[in-house]
Nanobody
Framework: QVQLVESGGGLVQAGGSLRLSCAAS????????MGWFRQAPGKEREFVAA?????????YYTDSVKGRFTISRDNTKNTSYLQMNSLKPEDTAIYYC????????????????WGQGTQVTVSS
């Protein structure tokens, strides 16, 4: 069992930055690939970024955030981060973190556990 709690969302002007955190409970955190997703009003949930169990260079991003967002994780703190720079109004959404046994399952949104989400609002 893994419980996930997101934090760090808020209101920011276009061009600004936010860092989201996803705190996980449970000793098996390091056994899961992790991902970030978002859902804007009236739209389906979409994949944003994913990172493998150990982190390192195995990271994946959706095209719209490449070069602006960075996913990372600290397995000693059971926490994943999403650094978001150069934010745009179209980044406005509820952001969720989730985990799966394999990072490829994360990318396909076939995750075992999900957080409750944190709101990110980017004003123009």
């Amino acid at each position: 069992q893994v419980q996930l709690v997101e934090s760090g969302g808020g209101l920011v002007q276009a061009g600004g930055s936010l860092r989201l955190s996803c705190a996980a409970s449970g000793r098996t955190f390091r056994e899961y690939g992790m991902g970030w997703f978002r859902q804007a009003p009236g739209k389906e949930r979409e994949f944003v970024a994913a990172i493998s169990r150990s982190g390192g260079s195995t990271r994946y991003y959706t095209d719209s955030v490449k070069g602006r967002f960075t996913i990372s994780r600290d397995n000693t703190k059971n926490t994943s981060y999403l650094q978001m720079n150069s934010l745009k109004p179209e980044d406005t959404a509820i952001y969720y973190c989730a985990v799966a046994q394999e990072v490829k399952l994360v990318i396909m949104q076939q995750c075992d556990y999900w957080g409750q989400g944190t709101q990110v609002t980017v004003s123009s």
